[in-house]
């Protein structure tokens, strides 16, 4: 199986900055894609960004020129630097990828989530 693990989550004052880490373990053969997605009570969980392979990048509207996400594919990492945070960007943000494996194909795998709180 493949296991996700985030960090870098918190509590920090609107036009701050925070980055976000996913690391991918297990057995891998080859990461497709990850992303960031978050969530809000009440709310569907909605993409923030993507990054493929490739290094194609995929981002919301709503976080474009703000955020930018990159990848380290050495050690299966994908970060998520946000900065000129605001209010409305507090949500619980979740990793996700998108991977093959030799056994099972291609699945996808969600982390655990990371608050972030971005007080006004």
């Known amino acids: 199986q493949v296991q996700l693990v985030e960090s870098g989550g918190g509590l920090v004052q609107a036009g701050g900055s925070l980055r976000l880490s996913c690391a991918a373990s297990g057995s891998i053969f080859r990461i497709n894609s990850m992303g960031w997605y978050r969530q809000t009570p009440g709310k569907q969980r909605e993409l923030v960004a993507t990054?493929?392979?490739?290094?194609?990048?995929n981002y919301a509207d709503s976080v474009k020129g703000r955020v930018t996400i990159s990848k380290d594919n050495a050690k299966n990492t994908v970060y998520l630097q946000m900065n000129s945070l605001k209010p409305e960007d507090t949500a619980v943000y979740y990793c996700n990828a998108d991977v093959t494996q030799l056994r099972y194909g291609r699945s996808g795998y969600w982390g655990q989530g990371t608050q972030v709180t971005v007080s006004s």
């Open positions: 990054i493929t392979s490739g290094g194609s990048t």
